[in-house]
């Protein structure tokens, strides 16, 4: 079974407006932290923003906030007036356990194409 | 932005050729990563450094060993490339909990 999934594999959007990209995920572990990561078309892996699952309130970076629904195992990523720029693929990713060196879990990604 | 880089940046070789690639950080972070990516896949570990001389295999292992002989740097190895190892390869480092920081990607074409 998927750790990471990213349901929809493309997303299309109009400048200003708000979109929300899907991420749900599997753990057994109680300790556990997910990430979102944003990649352009020009190929670099650009952290966006993160939570935790101790964390009660939602992550917030600017436009990025992040629906963390605990009970649901899902942890999307909002993005609210979109901008051109914005236009790149995006994808969610879980750290498992407490220990700062393991390695994350992807899912699939998102593309999201903004227009004007 | 984490100090990162990779090198090469594209490289272009041939099946059953030796392959090194680089990630050297500048932020003195304790653990490494590498990562490849391919279409439908998202990104997948190969190998993990948790310290100098420390590696441990990731899901993606097989064709692939790693070295780490001080902190800031971390090779990737194939020891005899072939065609399915063509692949876009990130380098990642990570301190805390909270981050993890990606190099800007090498991409490896094999022939």
């Known amino acids: 079974a998927q750790k990471i999934t990213q349901t929809q594999p493309g997303m299309f959007v109009q400048e200003k407006e708000a979109v929300t990209l899907d991420c749900t995920y599997d753990?057994?572990?109680?300790?556990?932290?997910l990430f979102w990561y944003k990649q352009p078309s020009s190929g670099e892996m650009i952290f966006l923003i993160y939570?935790?699952?101790?964390?009660?309130q939602n992550a917030t970076e600017g436009r990025y906030s992040l629906n963390f629904q605990k009970a649901r195992k899902s942890a999307n990523l909002v993005i609210s007036a979109s901008q051109l720029g914005d236009s790149a693929m995006y994808f969610c990713?879980?750290?498992?356990?407490?220990?700062?060196?393991?390695?994350?879990?992807f899912g699939k990604g998102t593309t999201l194409s903004v227009s004007s | 932005d984490a100090g990162i880089t990779q090198s090469p940046r594209h490289k272009v070789t041939e099946t059953g050729t030796p392959v090194t690639l680089r990630c050297h950080q500048t932020?003195?972070?304790?653990?490494m990563y590498w990562y490849r990516q391919d279409p439908g896949h998202g990104l997948r570990l190969i190998h993990y450094?948790?310290?100098?001389?420390?590696?441990d295999k990731g899901e993606v292992s097989d064709g692939y060993s790693v070295s780490r002989s001080k902190t800031e740097d971390f090779l990737l190895t194939l020891e005899s490339a072939t065609s399915s190892q063509t692949s876009v390869y990130f380098c990642?480092?990570?301190?805390?909990?909270?981050?993890?920081?990606f190099g800007p990607g090498t991409r490896l074409t094999v022939l």
């Open positions: 990642a480092i990570s301190e805390s909990w909270d981050g993890q920081f």
């Open positions: 990713a879980m750290r498992e356990g407490r220990w700062a060196g393991t390695a994350l879990i």
């Open positions: 932020e003195n972070h304790r653990y």
């Open positions: 753990t057994s572990d109680q300790s556990y932290g």
């Open positions: 450094s948790y310290g100098v001389k420390d590696t």
């Open positions: 939570q935790g699952s101790y964390d009660e």
